[in-house]
């Protein structure tokens, strides 16, 4: 079995039961949420055994937030648990002004995982591990967290271990394309497997496609595959080793909740990339996992099995009337 | 007034608040349904005078199905109420992973109506009846339950009552071709009117529609009518005394939950059937009725009235706006 | 800061939670709307100073109709609190059985409101108004409103104030073309600024829509702007000064809840043409907030701010992908 | 099986989901309630055989009623259905300002309960009928209620059906103890079987409780019991033939919810009448209904089974400790 | 009319809809609250004009604190919006692990309203002042807060408005006795009207309840009220101008959600006082409103009216039964 | 660190959200529960490490189930995943007929956890463990179920692990006293901690407390402790060994849902028991545990750690006013 480490925040998310302005909201739901343990937890329900780092803090939030890891079967030995700091909170507000978009409201200063530093990374949970995951989130949440990324860095250097990066780009942690390019610059340079998506990239380069593309590809030293996630459009792959370029369209389905599908996305593409799927089955999966997400509400919920995925492809590609129940 | 009599298995529908796989789900509403049961209620909604045979467990759920079949109006006399076998239950999970589809999860094993027998069906109550409707779900049951609809096909061809039957086929009990066809042969040959989709007949015949409907024109030696639902490709009526074939496309409405849309079809068209409405009239109502209950949750409370549906067809079909306030 | 004084009818609407016929709704949330206080709240919304001529009964429904007015910054010096006359209340059925079309049923004959007569319009809180903003469903509700309204319009036309006026049929309070003419008829001469929709002019004229625009042109004497609503065929404004025509198409939103949408779009109209505004740019501003509005359930919690109308209209008319967290 | 007709006003009830303030509830669960109809529903329960007589509107209310009466088994050919006039509807605030008490507000004016009339009143049901059933507020609805509850006594008289009638005074329908007593005078005479209450005696004597005592028995001129409830004091019966006095305390529960508990113990006392049973034991089954009615929300819903009842009392009788799973 | 003015912090409160463990809960409602803000808003519904000092930021939910104050009636022309700190949030714990008490996880640390500072107290809102209304949390919540509040008693000297201070101890703002005395010392050597409770005192002076009253009875030099809350077992008040000390008892509710009561005795205390009411009056008036309160889910919700509080208290002062519909 | 596994059944609770019959309930939490896992996670919450033996179905719930035990930290290796039987599934009845207690309706025929057998107990998972918890419901569910217990006691013997069992009777599935004795015979003559109640003692003795005593002390042959559960009357403890009695009361909480309440109580005398606490603080941590259990809905969620049972005793035993925030 493959086995997979990740790092990153996971907050707590009130997101509103009916859309609209969060003004008009009175009653939320809570759900756990986090760019890169919805990745993690993607993987684990493919089969991969992961394992995450994380920080929170010593309150009923931080129970709710390893008990969640520890229900999906993601192994909790690597979080913190901190007596001085709280764990993160953020509001959503869904489909406003925008319909189908959703905005989010941080209570995240001073959380428990802000506060996460080299220290609390320890060494003896990378023992023969596939993969390291993270993201553009976490050395943008503050400099210690920037370190203490660095440090697994470095780790994964001296035990050989694959690091997969998703560039990640939240504009109020990465104000501006300089801030943005300063913080990233030494996980794009060293991640095998860089996942990115068509906003990141005007974000960072501010021109068209193309252009951005050959411009990731000259800082990014070490990437075998370049996945652009492209939203509706799809999404593409570079192989970097072989010059060749792979593509998979968007499955059709209606956008219900677009919070996490660049997630399952990563996971579903990591997972079958660690099971030696080709990089077009790789994509597929990946295309697969991000329309079954963005059509339910929640992060880790809609996340499929191996199972989900392959009846989702087919019923999605051949067309015939096939009976269900 | 025209007088109906269905029979077949009602059970209780959990059915979650939210989309998605079930295992996340926390709040369940609960329905009650049943194929045959929304096409009888359907037909009463229609103003045919309808009787409903079947049998329920002693306890708490029975009286809801009762309660359920009474408040529409239909007539509970021939509904046995067993002291040792439990009504069923069923679990739905919708939208996942395939959105909007629906999966079903059931506890019907040994339940009341899977023990319904050839005793449990009382003569005295086909008095006066204009038609006799089963489906498919009924014979696939049980031995027991498959003996006595059979006997309900020997009471209808005694007392020259006419039956319609819905193929109906559920994999889960008919769980192949063979078995589906030995299992619902005699109903096929019986049935005056025979509603099919083509989903069964794909799963009947593994050919092509054409050919699927020579395949069971052979079989349906006494059928008058043959009508197949055809999904959002709308519905065909194939009249067997005339020759003429009859097609109506679907209404364009966004589908929010396909469960019950073919009974309402069904019920839609055999209320008009009764009234004298002309084949090509059958059909459009039978579609409207599919449509309105496709775009609203549930089996039952979509179900159409005469007032909705001529409401439904004059918006769809004229284009004009018309003010409904 | 503009001033705007608003005068109609605001009801207690009871809105199911779930879509579907009215008889099976058992759960129900309380909001608060009237066409006018929607219109006037969305004008509130975009910085103009607004204040509401009504009556509520003096009863909790009461104080709910000057909570709402209150806490979205309307004043409410001209509500007058009736000791006899309950606050009217109505119930609303949603997407049955048309999909997306909602149906209502009034308790309101009786009401506070209905009971407005001339002698409860205070002039002195039309000093400094710049614009009196009335629809069709005042002068219906009963002979003691039309009259009040007129009064209105009479104060008006001594202090110099514009009028605003929208047709606003509503079929049960006038049922037929004539009755709507001659009780609307003051208000379509007298008006500045003067809203319709298609249907609106197809009940009043009974013939296309050139034809309608022809025959109410005539009969609105003092009408600078004649604004047309043509639901999901956007909006047009004639300038009867210039004689210039202009049109907006709608915005490709998906339609969750009609309610409101009308009421959204004159807001925004009039809030922008008090702003100066070009025509063109009014109508752009107007259809942005219709179809932020149809977006969303409930007609005041929707009604956008000049920031969401500004985001609203850069990601529709841009097409780049931006970033939004 | 003993045969029993009811008369009154059914209503749509909106009960808010939390207690407090009306002014503050968002969110309300519709039910169906009226005192008669509680009664008789009440009687069904327990095995008598029920029929009703009101009016309801032609609209999704007056069907929400009729579905309501039927699915608990009573007979609805006595039902009226109005196309002029809606269904009555009322909200309730539940434990504001008086902990564990109940206000109304009612949209009842001009109900089609209220324009029930004599000409309504279908003698032919009566037939074979054991009693009729209707309380104060029947007659304090209007002068047209009036006289149709007048016209069923005297179709009573000559059908030698005994009446039972509960005073149940509505402060806001009968403003005055001289209204209340000219308006039910002629049903204090009339009743075999008389029920009242504390309050009611106290509104309508303004005296103690042995003077009022004395007072209606001297109108009650061929009343064979009175029955007097006492909120937690429990209950007393005078059985006026035998001169015999009877009393019964209440059962010891959390009082959830006070409304419809009278009428629960109004069905079980007079059920277990019609029963035989001992006017003891009538008190015994009727406080018992009354107590389980108090603990639980919902005027209908609560009322209980004979199975229930007894095994209500079996607890709170024996005190000894039963295995219940 | 009596006008007020409070200051403090206003807060997002986000309470489950069900008791329990924090870590359990998935569904919450928001709702509003801040002690001083209660108190204030008691004193509006009491017929006082009030007004009230804070700081919300500029986001979602400081709109929604504006709103809510606004809609009770109160003036937030003293409210400022910050754009840099955001609004408060606070989350509840209910009946767990001590049934019927609450606990509180706050994520206010860095709010809009601990950054509240002398420059935001706007001299002229205090014109036509009669007393301002503070209480211990204020300046606990930070050392600027302090000194806001401190100038706010600067102000209230020059102007001769009558200081109302409850000494509302939260121990992880004030940690320990030391903490708290120096912090609260010139609010409760200037305050005129002084409330606090018996785990206050013992907090405060860690002895029993006549020494402590002693102990404060030192340190209060202008007091001429001094109001000491005791729970179930009342209040009591001492008029330290003529010595003489009240008592009243609690009503006997049943305990829902104790937040919250404290401020309501607080705001129904000083508008009886200001209304001119004898202390022994005040202490009734003030009991019932807690009464009301904690009887209640929320903390402004159950705030009543003079009409309430009368109502409350002739039902449980008067014993007899009284016909409330 | 002490190490404990249990057995048992573990199925889907389907909790309605209102009190009351069950057949008027449209809305149902999904809660998990079985009464040895809940003293299972009981004892994980207070630090013992354990560790589950139970049968699931390969669907949607076994994965509940799993994932709930995971959540909590209970090690899941030894539960079984059955691809021919469902996760069993029951019904709750809460408050109806008799308030406060609770009917469940069972969907457990056939269930996994019936088909669980000798086999599928993993001798493996039983080194270093210090103790064996089963209770009487897991041999009366089926004669595989009873087997397998069997099978655990006597590898408990070989390694001598001690063993704890709650006679936990159920009448569904024990329907007599002879059934009982028999099927409960071996396990109450093995256990070294006895748990019971004083409901089971009258039906397996039918005499009064003190005979019943007597008559279990001759059966169970192998008992250190008799633990007695009371209820209301709180509980009491006989050392066998030194003879010596130990007894503590109830704590005065309102009972809000009695389900679990025993089994709260058996995992924290167990695990004070583990911790080498005395007899009498077993006891009293264990009534506290029951207390809290008992105050809220749900069997899971109550459940304390150590820190909730110091500050509800410490509540409770001590009286003086202690300030919570």
């Not at 390291?132 to 050989?160: D, H, Q, Y």
Request: charged share 25%; aromatic share 8%; with cysteine.
């Amino acid at each position: 079995m493959k086995k997979v480490i990740g790092m990153g925040e996971i907050m707590i998310q009130m997101n509103p039961v009916e859309k609209g302005a969060l003004k008009y909201q009175t009653l939320f739901e809570r759900h756990v949420a986090g760019s890169e343990a919805n990745i993690i937890i993607q993987m684990q329900k493919l089969g991969i055994q992961t394992s995450f780092i994380t920080s929170v803090g010593e309150d009923q939030f931080g129970e709710v937030v390893i008990s969640t890891l520890r229900s999906e079967g993601t192994d909790t030995s690597g979080v913190k648990v901190d007596p001085e700091h709280p764990t993160g909170v953020y509001f959503v507000q869904r489909s406003y002004p925008i319909p189908k978009k959703t905005k989010v409201f941080y209570y995240r200063k001073g959380s428990a995982a802000s506060f996460l530093s080299q220290e609390d990374i320890d060494e003896s949970i990378f023992e023969d591990v596939d993969l390291f995951l993270v993201s553009g989130i976490t050395p943008a949440l503050s400099e210690k967290c920037r370190n203490a990324a660095l440090k697994a860095l470095e780790i994964c250097e001296r035990k050989r271990i694959k690091v997969a990066f998703d560039t990640n780009i939240r504009v109020n942690l990465l104000q501006n394309r300089q801030k943005a390019l300063d913080t990233l610059l030494p996980f794009i340079q060293r991640a095998q497997i860089l996942f990115t998506g068509i906003g990141d990239l005007y974000f960072l380069f501010e021109s068209d496609l193309a252009s951005s593309i050959e411009n990731i590809k000259k800082i990014a030293e070490r990437a075998e595959l370049l996945v652009i996630k492209k939203g509706e459009e799809g999404a593409m792959c570079l192989d970097l080793n072989s010059g060749k370029s792979f593509e998979h369209s968007s499955y059709p389905v209606e956008v219900i909740d677009e919070l996490g599908a660049g997630d399952a996305f990563d996971g579903a593409f990591l997972a079958a990339y660690l099971e030696n799927y080709s990089v077009k089955e790789c994509l597929k999966f990946a295309c697969a996992a991000g329309a079954i997400t963005v059509s339910l509400k929640g992060d880790i919920e809609p996340l499929p099995s191996w199972r989900d995925l392959e009846l989702f492809i087919e019923i999605f590609d051949k067309k015939e009337e096939k009976l269900l129940r």
